[in-house]
């Protein structure tokens, strides 16, 4: 079992900046492939990003491309979401997720385990 713990977010005028947390513990963390998602009210889960195991692989979705980087620190069982440029579209709750595979990693399906989520909202 992995327990994944989000922290980080809150309101921020757009234009503005957050850095998400996501604490790990239970099994080997650095085994994982990290993801990041998120769900506004109506929607569906979507993709944000992820990062590799050891850190050096990392893929976005197109709408946050260039805003968004996610990184780790294996040693504090820690993923970040770092989210510059933050945009009205951006409020949803975040959450993070893990994974032992390593395909198909922009599906919420895909991933074994799941934090509670962070509530962004991106507001004026």
């Known amino acids: 079992q992995v327990q994944l713990v989000e922290s980080g977010g809150g309101l921020v005028q757009p234009g503005g900046s957050l850095r998400l947390s996501c604490a790990a513990s239970?099994?080997?963390?650095?085994?994982?492939?990290m993801g990041w998602f998120r769900q506004a009210p109506g929607k569906e889960r979507e993709f944000v990003g992820r990062?590799?195991?050891?850190?050096?692989?990392?893929d976005y979705a197109d709408s946050v491309k260039g805003r968004f980087t996610a990184s780790r620190d294996n040693a504090k069982n820690t993923v970040y979401l770092q989210m510059n440029s933050l945009k009205p579209d951006d409020t949803a709750v975040y959450y993070c997720?893990?994974?032992?595979?390593?395909?198909?990693?922009?599906?919420?399906?895909?991933?074994?385990?799941w934090g509670q989520g962070t509530q962004v909202t991106v507001s004026s």
């Open positions: 990062i590799s195991w050891s850190g050096s692989r990392k």
């Open positions: 239970g099994r080997i963390f650095s085994n994982y492939v």
């Open positions: 997720a893990a994974t032992s595979l390593n395909r198909d990693l922009g599906l919420p399906l895909t991933y074994h385990y």
